[in-house]
Structures are given as structure tokens and as C-alpha cells.
């Protein structure tokens, strides 16, 4: 018994939309990093510099993990139109079509940063940076 490409389809999408929401308990994770981080470094009065670096790498670090998040919608968006449309667009090639469209070193740099300022994202990064630097 073969399966057919709505079948595959389906279980990709599956799949990835599994993952999409992981990718955002997992973004809370990191902003719940970088608030106790910053609540740290103000109760043990650690050196502010290095407690806004601690913020800056957690902001990037999710900046980039909600680039991953991203392209993933990009394929789930894509799974979901040619179910739609019930075209022809074989399942299981959310890698080799992100092969097709991967940005250069600087064009993944600016990726990142782009994603790494959405409101959702900076959000805490941007206060607890405040916080910081009101203890300078």
C-alpha cells in the first residue's frame, strides 16, 4: 500500500506545526532565563556589564530561535496552500526548499536581528535592560 501525497503531507504538517509550538514553550524558556539573569545579577550585585551581556546573548540566542520558528511557518504555510490547492508539491522537503532560499552569513545575520526585535521577542529584553542599567 503506497501513501499518498496528502498523506505525507499531512503527517509532515503534523509534524512541523509539533515543533512550532515547542519553539515557543521554548522562547518562553529563554525569556524566563533572562529574567531571573537579570534579578541575579541585581541581588548578588554582580558587574552590570556582564549581566547585560548575559541579556544580549538570551535576546539573540531567541532572536535566532525564533528565525528556526519562522521558517517553519514558512513550510507549514506552504504544506497548508498546495493541500488547498491540491497541487503537486512532494511532502517531507521543508529542508531542501529552505536549501532553495537560505540567505547568505549576512543575510542570516540580518534574519536573526529582524527577528530578535519583533515586539513578542524583545519584549522582556528591553526592560530588563533598562532594569540593568538603572543599577550601572
Known sequence: MTT???DLLSQEWA????HHERYDRYGLLIKL???LTGLISIGLAMNVWLALMFIWVLWLQEGIWRTVQART???LLAIEKTMADSGDLPA???YSSWEVVRPG???LV???LLNAIRPTVAYPYLILLGIEIIYL
Open 73 to 75: 511557518s514558512e513550510r
Open 110 to 112: 540580518k534574519e536573526y
Open 92 to 94: 517531507m522537503q521543508f
Open 105 to 107: 552569513t549576512l543575510g
Open 4 to 6: 499518498s501525497s496528502n
Open 15 to 18: 509534524a512541523l506545526h509539533h
Open 33 to 35: 532565563t533572562a529574567v
